[in-house]
């Protein structure tokens, strides 16, 4: 597998970003002459913050790939962990999920929890509720990928939109190889990023928790499966 999303700010930065500051200060400058100059340039300036944000939405720091212990799982995606729960897999097996909201000012970039090979690459749901909705799991347009760790435990990470959202990114195709911590995708405008673990994995994170993408440890894979 192949990064392409290297770039500290994203190319979709200047496609968004800086149309929004250019329409912002075209409206002030368009209208300086004007009897109500303070409220263009008000209206203006709040645009062109706007647009600002957007580009910050955008951005891609540098992060080294994780080192150390293999069996460890760390954050797909910056935010606030939602929720640690048990849910039922497809198998009928149970497994451990950890939901991660992204807020509008988080980082979107989506990194692979464990190194391993892609199983599947699996689109799904028709639904845009908000990405802490209850519901939004399973109704919401989703991507999974399900990984196979060397020592053959399957890890899932799954992408699921949010209101805003609309487009989930995911270059990693079924067959490839990737390294821990790599960057695989994103999620455009607020999101939420589940990861699915082997039940008998030890979870290191709790409800309300804030964790980063590639370095912070989420849970550690059951000893059996090492």
Not at 193 to 211: E, F, N, Y
Request: hydrophobic share 50%.
């Amino acid at each position: 597998f192949e990064e392409r999303l290297r770039a500290r700010v994203l190319p979709e930065a200047v496609s968004f970003g800086m149309l929004v500051v250019t329409i912002g200060l075209m409206l002030t400058i368009l209208n300086r002459d004007s009897d109500a100059l303070a409220f263009f340039v008000l209206v203006g300036g709040t645009i062109v913050l706007l647009g600002a944000g957007l580009m910050a939405f955008f951005r891609n720091p540098p992060r080294a790939l994780p080192t150390g212990d293999p069996s460890q799982v760390f954050a797909p995606a910056d935010g606030r962990v939602l929720c640690v729960d048990e849910v039922q897999t497809t198998e009928g097996g149970r497994a451990w999920r950890i939901g991660i909201f992204l807020s509008l000012f988080d980082v979107h970039i989506n990194r692979a929890p464990v190194a391993g090979r892609v199983l599947s690459v699996t689109r799904s749901g028709r639904g845009f509720l908000a990405a802490f909705n209850p519901r939004a799991p399973r109704d919401n347009v989703q991507l999974a990928l399900k990984l196979v760790t060397e020592s053959g435990a399957e890890v899932e990470v799954v992408q699921i939109v949010g209101v805003l959202a609309r487009r989930i990114v995911c270059h990693a195709q079924q067959g490839e190889w990737l390294p821990r911590g790599a960057r695989y995708g994103m999620i455009r405008f607020g999101s939420r990023t589940d990861v699915l673990l082997p039940h008998a994995s030890h979870v290191r994170v709790v409800k309300d928790d804030r964790v980063r993408a590639g370095l912070s440890v989420l849970a550690t894979l059951p000893e059996a499966l090492r």
